[in-house]
């Protein structure tokens, strides 16, 4: 797809963005070849739409309420005392280990 149908592309999507937004979008896609090819890239391929999409979108609907619950439902209790799934120590455990 030319870089230049990327806003249609976002607007379809259900993303609004901004001129500055799909130039910055646009820029990224143009030169994400250069440290090993100088040439640039003129049109992006599915993977990198649905890169920049994922990237440049605003999150809806989580915010601290939402990431909260979801601990709590790993590793926390409910408001039935019951514990998680995970302890808190294996959760600990697991962010500070790399698989």
């Not at 379809?12 to 820029?27: D, Q, R, V």
């Not at 989580?62 to 808190?88: H, L, M, P, R, Y």
Request: hydrophobic residues 35%; glycine residues 8%.
């Amino acid at each position: 797809m030319p870089l230049n149908e990327l806003a249609n592309l976002m607007r379809a999507l259900g993303y609004y963005p901004t001129n500055k937004e799909i130039e910055n979008m646009m820029k990224e896609t143009e030169f994400s070849q250069f440290p090993d090819d100088p040439t640039t890239v003129k049109e992006a391929d599915l993977d990198t739409c649905i890169k920049l999409f994922v990237n440049h979108r605003p999150m809806y609907g989580i915010g601290k309420k939402q990431i909260q619950e979801a601990v709590n439902t790993i590793a926390g209790e409910d408001d039935k005392g019951e514990e998680g799934k995970v302890s808190w120590g294996i959760l600990s455990f697991l962010s500070n280990n790399e698989m």
